[in-house]
């Protein structure tokens, strides 16, 4: 087990975090905790911020005000990169690697559980037999699950799932929930963004409800 989630009773605690885009708000100020074994589900309609919530909490994007620590202690944008696996809107594959290649990129990029190997990760999301499928003849789907693999093999005890649910089949979501429920039960947290109930982690779940107070003004 990673060792960041053992002790600290918050392992994501968020206060008066603030994103605005020419000086117009997107959301915050927030305040907010995710423990361990606990899912935050982030809804909102279009426009609402979900995605660049994610993207502050993961150091891709810098916050205008507020703090974000993490076990307990306050993640800059690098500690923040090692305790963090962020699942984006469209999978980070290689076009040109295969299957396999990507995954061993991203685990020397971003580490990986010393128990578990790139076959295992690649069946326990349906890819069996896909190890030297180039990622550019995968399906979209398909693309999600080789992602999924990928968190499956991080280290990073705290999720961030950008709309994991999208373009997968009946089966991928659940897919999605057993990963989640199993990550959870370890000891880890995750923060997962969807647009409405159609899909959810059966586990501790608590909701955080943005919305966009410019979205309308925007679109
Ligand atoms: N790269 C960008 N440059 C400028 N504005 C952006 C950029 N990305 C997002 N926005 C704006 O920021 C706001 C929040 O966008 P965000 O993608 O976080 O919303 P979301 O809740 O994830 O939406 P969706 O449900 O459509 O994925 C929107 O008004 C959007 O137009």
Redo the contacts with the bound molecule.
């Keep these: 087990m990673p060792e960041s989630h053992a002790a600290n009773p918050a392992l994501l605690s968020v206060r008066g975090l603030f994103f605005a885009?020419?000086e117009q708000p997107?959301?915050g100020p927030l305040a907010f905790e995710v423990e361990p074994g606990e899912a935050l589900l982030v809804q909102?309609?279009?426009?609402?911020?979900?995605?660049?919530?994610?993207?502050v909490l993961a150091g891709l994007l810098r916050a205008d005000a507020g703090e974000v620590g993490i076990a307990g202690s306050h993640a800059d944008h690098r500690a923040r990169s090692r305790h963090v696996a962020y699942l984006g809107?469209s999978p980070a594959l290689k076009a040109d690697l295969s299957a396999e290649q990507n995954l061993r990129f991203l685990c020397g990029l971003h580490g990986s559980r010393p128990e578990r190997d790139i076959s295992q990760s690649l069946a326990r999301v349906g890819l069996a037999g896909h190890d030297d499928a180039l990622a550019r003849q995968l399906s979209a789907g398909q693309k999600k699950r080789l992602s999924l693999a990928r968190l499956w093999l991080s280290p990073a005890p705290l999720w961030l799932l950008?709309?994991p649910y999208a373009n997968l089949d009946l089966d991928g979501i659940a897919l999605v929930n057993a990963l989640v429920s199993e990550h959870l039960a370890e000891g880890g947290a995750a923060l997962v963004?969807t647009?409405g109930a159609y899909a959810a982690p059966p586990v501790r779940t608590r909701m955080l409800q943005?919305s966009?107070p410019?979205?309308a003004a925007?679109?």
């Design positions: 885009r020419d997107v959301f909102g309609d279009n426009g609402a911020g979900k995605t660049t919530l994610l993207r809107h950008d709309e963004t647009h943005l966009n410019n979205a925007r679109t």
